[in-house]
């Protein structure tokens, strides 16, 4: 196998800096330079904790529209690194699940039903999850409202999993079942996610890099790009195993922490510190591919 080294390699959280946090759809201009990059031989992964199947709707689709080139294989790391799957010009590979990684499925049962029981006006079950149990905001609600039953809802879940047996630890609280806590409940803005606490952009990072020494592609450096604190840990990981990188933060309202790499925003490119979320996640994209089409 002969070894490719590109210049770059992206890693690429979908939530905010590729797919809008408002209608959840990918920007025409984003799918274009993601074509370009690729064209340019760059390796384009998506490290995200949704489903497969949002991937393959909200991104796959739209970039199979718009041309992959022939011999292209995109990555798409799925539910924070418990699924993975690949796809090329033609459509998706297979669907690979670590079932180790998985929630039982008869505490998955339980949480639907407790949706369906207390639930559903404000909230539904992520039928699409494969490994993660993730229970999310119906658009119809306002997000205020959302996040008083979500507190409620969270409670509720926690005695669940204590039902079932199942450690669990809820932001720095923990909830141990025969001293262990295996599981966590991770509330977001629209949703709470369910899930093993292997699960993690770090676990994405590391599948990103044995996917592509599968295919001989080792890249001189790494960029990731994410909206939240919980993406840093893609570079934290590159960073850790010694691979250079430098992460891209496209919602650095929260402050940015201090990291042994560097860390960019919309102001390093010189746009105005309101370009946030897929408007920054745009320019970054357009400005490696302007990069690496000089070169
Ligand atoms: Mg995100």
Redesign the pocket.
């Known amino acids: 196998m002969t070894l490719a080294t590109p210049p770059l390699a992206l890693l690429l959280?979908?939530?905010?800096?590729i797919a809008s946090p408002e209608s959840r759809q990918v920007a025409p201009g984003i799918i274009d330079s993601l074509i370009g990059l690729l064209h340019e031989e760059i390796p384009v992964i998506f490290n995200t904790g949704r489903s497969d199947s949002f991937i393959a709707e909200q991104v796959m689709a739209p970039m199979i529209d718009a041309g992959i080139p022939a011999r292209a294989v995109v990555h798409a790391i799925c539910e924070k690194g418990a699924v993975w799957f690949s796809f090329t010009a033609q459509g998706p590979g297979a669907i690979h699940l670590d079932r180790e990684l998985a929630m039982p499925a008869a505490f998955a049962d339980d949480v639907r039903a407790l949706v369906q029981a207390r639930y559903a006006e404000h909230m539904f079950f992520d039928e699409t999850k494969r490994a993660m149990v993730s229970v999310e905001q119906q658009l119809a609600v306002s997000n205020s409202d959302y996040l008083v039953q979500q507190g409620l809802f969270d409670a509720d879940a926690l005695a669940l999993l204590a039902r079932h047996q199942l450690g669990a630890a809820r932001l720095d609280h923990r909830y141990p079942a025969g001293g262990r806590v295996d599981y966590r409940v991770d509330p977001t803005i629209i949703s709470t996610d369910i899930e093993s606490v292997r699960l993690g952009k770090d676990l994405g990072a590391s599948r990103a890099v044995e996917l592509l020494a599968a295919q001989g592609i080792v890249p001189e450096a790494w960029r990731t790009v994410?909206?939240?604190r919980t993406?840093y840990a893609m570079a934290d990981w590159l960073h850790h195993q010694d691979h250079r990188v430098k992460h891209v933060d496209v919602r650095p309202a929260d402050g940015v922490p201090a990291k042994p790499y560097p860390v960019l925003t919309s102001a390093d490119l010189g746009l105005g510190a309101d370009v946030i979320h897929d408007d920054a996640g745009a320019a970054f994209l357009q400005a490696w591919l302007a990069a690496v089409t000089a070169d």
């Open positions: 959280d979908v939530d905010g800096p994410g909206d939240s993406d």
